[in-house]
C-alpha cells in the first residue's frame, strides 16, 4: 500500500516535471505567459508530491513499515526514534529523494523570487531547474526506487548502518546535499543568460546571494564530515582525500574560485567566459561526485552502491556538458570581455591569480581520484595514488592561496602603485617575517610550519589594517568606536562576512598544519594495571566491562590518564550490533585548544585481562572546528540583504 | 600586447609548474593494484602494491602482544607467494558493510569480481 502510493507519486511527479520543464521553454520561446504560469504550477505540485513522497517514507520508517525494502533495509525494531529519522536518509534511495526535495524546495524559491524581477531570465532558468528535477526523479522511479516492496514482509528489519547513528547524520547530508543542490541555481541562470544572449551581469547579481548560501551550506557539510569521521570513525584523523570527500571538495574548490570571479566580472566587466565555465564546471562536478560516489568505478573505504545508477549520472552529465558548451560556442562572441587587464600588480590578476590556483587545485584533486581509470585505460595497470600525492601538491597551492588572501582585498584595482603597495603591506609583512622568526626561536624546525605562521599572520594583519582603517574613517565622522564597527560590518556585509570567512580560514589552516606536523599516536597492548605512555601523558588501563544497551552490546574499556595528576578517565567501546559481522569502534577523547588526547580500543581478551590500544595526541586539531564556526559565521553574514550603503 | 603576453607567460609557468608537480607526484606515489596471481606472474621489487584478495579462512594469527596480524591472502587461484608486508590495510564490504553473504560460494564469487575489477 505505502509503496504502491509512493511509488504512483513518484511517477506523477516525474511527470509533472517533464511537462513543466518542456512548458516553461516553449513558454519563454513564445513570450506565452499562460505557459509559464503553467509551468510554476506544475513545479508547485512537484514539490508537493516530492514532500509528500519524502513524508511517506518517514511514516515508513517511524511506524516500520517493513513492506518497503528500504525501510526494512534501515532500520529495525530496536532503532531508537532520532535514527529512524535519520534514516530515511541513510543509503541511497532515500538520499535521492532528500535530494530532489531540496532541488524542489529551490525550484520554489526560485519561483517565489525570481518571477517578477527577472522576466527575460527567469522562464529559461525554471525550465533548467525542472529538466534536472525531472532527472532526478527518472533516478528515484527507474534506478533507485525508494517505494520498492518487500514480499514477504519480514518480522524486523535489517538495521540502520551502526556508523550512522550519530548527531552527525542528521546534519551532515543535509548540509552537503542543500549546497549541492544549491549550486544548480547559479547553473540554471548561467543556462538561461546563454540561451537568451543576456551573458552580460543581471545572471551573476540574480545568483551571487545564492551561490553564497550554497557554498556556506558546502562548506558546513565538509566541516561537519570532517568532525564526523573524526569523532566516529576511529582512525584518528578528519580527511583522508578519499573518492567520497574528493568528490564534496571538487565543487567546494570552483565554487569559492567563482565567488571571487564573480568580483571582478561585477567591478571590471570582464571574464564572461570564464564565470560562465566555472558555473558550468561546479555544476557538472556536483553530478561527477554523485556518480563516483554512487558507481563503485573507484575503490574507496566508503560503501558504495553498483547498478545502473552510475551510468544515468554519467550519461545525464554527458548531456548537461555538451549541451552547455554548446550554448558557450553559440554566444562565443557575447561572452568576450570588455574590460582588459591593466597591470600584473592590480587587485584583479590577485584574484585571477586565486581562480587559477584554485582550479589547479580542483583539477589536482579530480586527477588523483580519477588516476586508477586513467591508469587502466592508458596502460592496462591499476595504479592509485594516495594522499602523499594530494598532500604534495595541495598544500604549495593551498600556502599560496592563503597568501594572496591577504593581497588580494587590500590591492588596488587596474594598477597598484608602490606607495599603495607600501601603504597596505608593509605592516602585514613585517609582522608576517616576525612570526616566522618566533617559531623559530621557539623551537620549531619544520619549513613547512614556519611558512604557514607567517602567511596567516600576514593575512591576519591585513585584515585588522583595513578594519582599523575603516573604523577610524568612522569615528572622523563622529561615530562612536562600537557603533562604528558594528555599522561596517552591517553596511558592508559582503566585504567584512569575506573578510571573517578569511580569518575562520587561516584557523583552519593552522589546526591543520599543526595535527600533520604535531601529532604523535602510538599502539599497545596493556594487561590490567599496565600502563602506557605517550608525549607526557600516562594511560592505565583498569579493565573492561560489557554493557547491554537498547540495539546492541558494548564492550567498554577503562583508561585513567594522567600527566602528573589525573586528568580524567577515558571509556572507548567496541560496539557489537546483531546485524553486523564486525563490532565497531567508539571513540573517546578530550578535546583541548593545545592537543586532543584520542583513545581507541583494539583487540581485547575476553576475560578482560588484556587489551590493545591505539593512542594519539593531536594537536591543535580543534582549532580546525573553531574556524569552521567562524568560517560559518562569515559566510552568514555575507548572505544577510545588503543595506543601501550610507556613507 | 606586451602585457597579456605576461599574462600569457605567467599562465604557462603555472601550467607547467603543475603538470611537473602531478608527473613527481605520481611517479613517487603509484600504488599498484595488484591481486596475489597477478603478483606471482610478474613481481618487481621496489615497487609499492596495493594487494587485493580474500582473507583464506583460518588463517588469520594475530598476536596482541606484539601487535603482529597475520594472514593468507587469495584470490581463488593462487595466494600471496612469500611474505608481504602492509603499512596500510582496507577491508572492502559492500554497501551494506557486510562480508559474503553466509559465506556462499556465490557471495565469494561476486566480491572476487570487485576485486579485479569486473563487472562495472
Given amino acids: ?647 | 600586447m606586451t602585457r597579456q603576453r605576461k599574462f600569457i607567460a605567467g599562465g604557462v609557468v603555472i601550467a607547467l609548474a603543475l603538470a611537473y608537480m602531478i608527473y613527481a607526484g605520481v611517479t613517487q606515489s603509484a600504488v599498484y593494484f595488484v591481486t596475489p596471481a597477478e603478483l606471482r606472474a610478474a613481481p618487481v621489487p621496489g615497487k609499492a602494491y596495493r594487494l587485493g584478495g580474500m582473507v583464506v579462512p583460518g588463517s588469520l594469527k594475530w598476536e596482541a602482544r606484539s601487535l603482529d596480524l597475520s594472514f593468507s591472502l587469495s584470490d581463488g587461484t593462487a595466494t600471496v607467494p612469500g611474505y608481504f608486508k602492509a603499512n596500510l590495510i582496507m577491508a572492502k564490504h559492500s554497501e551494506e558493510y557486510k562480508a559474503p553473504h553466509d559465506k556462499s560460494e556465490a557471495g565469494y564469487r561476486e566480491l572476487l569480481k570487485t576485486l579485479r575489477g569486473e563487472g562495472r
Fill in chain 1, 1 to 647: 500500500m505505502t509503496a504502491d502510493l509512493g511509488y504512483g507519486m513518484t511517477i506523477v511527479a516525474l511527470g509533472l516535471a517533464l511537462y513543466g520543464g518542456v512548458s516553461a521553454g516553449v513558454g519563454a520561446r513564445t513570450g506565452r505567459l499562460a505557459l509559464i504560469e503553467s509551468a510554476q504550477h506544475a513545479a508547485l505540485g512537484v514539490f508537493v508530491l516530492v514532500t509528500s513522497c519524502f513524508a511517506l517514507l518517514t511514516y515508513a520508517f517511524l511506524t516500520f513499515d517493513f513492506s518497503v525494502r528500504y525501510v526494512a533495509t534501515n532500520t529495525n525494531l530496536g532503532t531508537p526514534f532520532y535514527y529512524r529519522i535519520t534514516g530515511v536518509w541513510g543509503a541511497l534511495e532515500g538520499s535521492i529523494i532528500l535530494w530532489s526535495w531540496m532541488l524542489a524546495l529551490y525550484t520554489v524559491i526560485l519561483i517565489v523570487r525570481h518571477r517578477v524581477g527577472a522576466r527575460e531570465l527567469y522562464p529559461w532558468a525554471l525550465a533548467t531547474m525542472l529538466g534536472i528535477l525531472a532527472f532526478f526523479l527518472l533516478v528515484m522511479t527507474v534506478a533507485a526506487p525508494p517505494f520498492q516492496r518487500q514480499v514477504p514482509v519480514p518480522a524486523d528489519g535489517r538495521g540502520l548502518n551502526p556508523l550512522l547513528e550519530d548527531t552527525g547524520m542528521i546534519t551532515h547530508p543535509v548540509a552537503l546535499y542543500l549546497g549541492f543542490t544549491g549550486l544548480t541555481v547559479p547553473f540554471a541562470f548561467a543556462m538561461a543568460a546563454l540561451i537568451t544572449g543576456r551573458v552580460g551581469d543581471t545572471w551573476l547579481v540574480l545568483t551571487r546571494r545564492w551561490t553564497i548560501v550554497a557554498w556556506y551550506f558546502l562548506s558546513l557539510g565538509l566541516l561537519i564530515g570532517g568532525w564526523w569521521s573524526y569523532h566516529v570513525l576511529g582512525w584518528g584523523g578528519y580527511w583522508a582525500w578519499d573518492p567520497v570527500e574528493n568528490a564534496a571538495f571538487m565543487p567546494w574548490l570552483t565554487a569559492t574560485a567563482f565567488l571571487h570571479s564573480v568580483m571582478i566580472q561585477e567591478r571590471r566587466r570582464m571574464l564572461r567566459l570564464w564565470n560562465i565555465s566555472l558555473v558550468i564546471l561546479t555544476f557538472g562536478l556536483t553530478l561527477f561526485g554523485t556518480f563516483l560516489t554512487r558507481s563503485g568505478v573507484i575503490a574507496s573505504v566508503h560503501a558504495f552502491t553498483q547498478g545502473s545508477i552510475g551510468i544515468l549520472f554519467l550519461s545525464f552529465l554527458a548531456l548537461v556538458l555538451l549541451t552547455a558548451l554548446g550554448l558557450v560556442a553559440w554566444r562565443w562572441e557575447a561572452l568576450r570581455s570588455e574590460g582588459e587587464l591593466d597591470s600584473v600588480l592590480s587587485r584583479e590578476s590577485a584574484f585571477l591569480l586565486n581562480n587559477v590556483l584554485l582550479v589547479a587545485a580542483a583539477f589536482t584533486v579530480f586527477f588523483g581520484t580519477v588516476f586508477p581509470l586513467l591508469s587502466e585505460a592508458a596502460r592496462g595497470v591499476k595504479v592509485s595514488v594516495g594522499a602523499p600525492f594530494f598532500n604534495q601538491i595541495n598544500v604549495p597551492l593551498f600556502l599560496s592561496l592563503v597568501f594572496l588572501m591577504g593581497v588580494g582585498p587590500l590591492i588596488a584595482w587596474r594598477r597598484a602603485s608602490l606607495d599603495n603597495l607600501k601603504r597596505n603591506f608593509l605592516w602585514p609583512v613585517a609582522l608576517g617575517i616576525l612570526a616566522a622568526a618566533l617559531a623559530f626561536a621557539l623551537g620549531v624546525r619544520s619549513l613547512l610550519a614556519a611558512l604557514t605562521f607567517a602567511t596567516t599572520v600576514f593575512v591576519a594583519v591585513t585584515i585588522a589594517v583595513d578594519f582599523t582603517r575603516a573604523t577610524r574613517a568612522r569615528l572622523r565622522v563622529g561615530e562612536s568606536l562600537l557603533p562604528a564597527m558594528g555599522g561596517l560590518l552591517v553596511r558592508h556585509n559582503r566585504r567584512y562576512g569575506g573578510f571573517v570567512v578569511h580569518l575562520g580560514i587561516l584557523i583552519v589552516a593552522l589546526g591543520v598544519m599543526g595535527s600533520h606536523a604535531w601529532s604523535v599516536q602510538t599502539e599497545t597492548t596493556l594487561h590490567r594495571g599496565e600502563t602506557a605512555e605517550l608525549a607526557g601523558y600516562r594511560f592505565r588501563f583498569d579493565g573492561l566491562t560489557a554493557v547491554e544497551e537498547s540495539n546492541h552490546f558494548k564492550v567498554v574499556g577503562t583508561f585513567t590518564v594522567s600527566n602528573g595528576r589525573v586528568l580524567g578517565v577515558l571509556q572507548p567501546a567496541k560496539k557489537f550490533y546483531p546485524q553486523e559481522q564486525a563490532p565497531i569502534a567508539y571513540v573517546d577523547y578530550r578535546l583541548g585548544l593545545r592537543e586532543d588526547i584520542y583513545l581507541v580500543l583494539g583487540d581485547f581478551a575476553r576475560d578482560g585481562s588484556q587489551a590493545t590500544i591505539k593512542l594519539q595526541v593531536n594537536r591543535l586539531v580543534s582549532w580546525i572546528w573553531i574556524g569552521g564556526v567562524v568560517l560559518t559565521l562569515g559566510a552568514l553574514l555575507a548572505i544577510l540583504p545588503e543595506r543601501h550603503k550610507s556613507a
